[in-house]
């Protein structure tokens, strides 16, 4: 086969996969559709959230290993969104355990990178496929939790997905927003000066420590408690958030986000988060993307990190049309 005719054939195959990529995007914000239902105007996850602003202040300790502008030396203007899980925007703040911490860096040269953080440190699926496949399993469930037979099932055919959803049946509502450990889930590079790549986990640890509620507790709050908390919170003080990275090593992986690195691994304190301020409202067109990095960063093999971004632009295309 001659040049022309072997870039000719490779250039329609990577047509065709980019096309099946971006199809299977769609069919996955139809699953959760088709499970949670469709609220125009609303994310198709973390529906239910709120915006704050503040200042990130690099300590100069993540230099060494990343050019990236917003970990070196300067503080800089950022955006956060903190929200529920779900993809219902009225369910009240206690029947969406896991909550999210999505944060906008506004960089030097005008530019922006995001971080988008949960409050569980691994994902339920490998794959697209599998992520998609277990959504939908999900729409016969009774009370948004399969019962112990439909989970043998998809244990049998996903047993990664064990983990993460024995985690999340165990999991108690926050006292607070800001009493969370936020965590990447994804692997990403640290580029260095010399072109080093260093493999990297992203935390959130909250400067107000950790602190759950017991049923009993959650039963006297009201479905928006975590926000008028954080209204609360501010009144006395800026909320602040110290961020940490894992290191990962050679036994690491980062291409599986059901996989936790294990917690011998060095981690140490980049720089400060301080809100001070809630939005009165978020842009509708303001969109967190966890693929939106920045020199200096790049995204890990994981294949649930690369297909977060086309679930997100389907998403937002349609949130921002009123679908």
């Known amino acids: 086969m001659n040049n022309y005719l072997y870039y000719k054939r490779w250039g329609v195959v990577m047509e065709e996969n980019k096309k099946l990529k971006s199809e299977l995007g769609s069919r996955a914000v139809d699953v959760i559709e088709n499970v949670a239902g469709t609220f125009p105007g609303y994310r198709r996850a973390h529906a239910k959230g709120n915006g704050y602003e503040g200042v990130f202040t690099p300590n100069g300790k993540a230099a060494p290993i990343t050019v990236a502008a917003h970990l070196q030396n300067e503080a800089v203007p950022v955006t956060i969104r903190f929200s529920n899980s779900s993809p219902i925007p009225s369910h009240p703040d206690a029947l969406s355990p896991v909550k ?45 939790f399969p019962n112990l037979k439909e989970l043998a099932t998809i244990f049998i055919k996903y047993p990664e997905c064990k983990a993460s959803l024995q985690m999340l049946k165990e999991m108690r509502s926050p006292a607070s927003f800001s009493t969370c450990q936020y965590y990447s889930i994804h692997a990403f590079y640290f580029i260095n000066a010399d072109g080093r790549r260093q493999a990297i986990k992203y935390q959130w640890e909250p400067d107000d420590g950790l602190s759950m509620l017991a049923k009993e507790e959650v039963a006297m709050l009201s479905s928006d408690y975590l926000n008028e908390d954080m209204e609360e919170r501010l009144q006395q003080g800026p909320i602040g958030f110290k961020l940490n990275i894992q290191l990962g090593g050679e036994n690491d992986p980062t291409d599986d986000p059901t996989v936790v690195w294990s917690e011998d691994k060095q981690v140490i304190t980049v720089g400060h988060l301080s809100i001070t301020k809630k939005l009165d409202s978020l842009a509708d067109n303001l969109l967190f993307d966890p693929t939106n990095i920045t020199a200096g960063i790049e995204c890990s093999e994981d294949p649930i990190l690369h297909f977060r971004h086309r679930v997100y632009a389907v998403s937002y295309d349609r949130r921002t049309h009123n679908q």
């Open 100 to 144: 999210g911490m999505a944060v906008k860096f506004q960089l030097p040269d005008g530019e922006v990178t995001d971080l988008i953080t949960v409050t569980i440190p691994l994902f339920f699926a490998k794959t697209p496929e599998a992520f998609v496949d277990i959504v939908d399993f999900f729409k016969s469930a009774k009370d948004g």
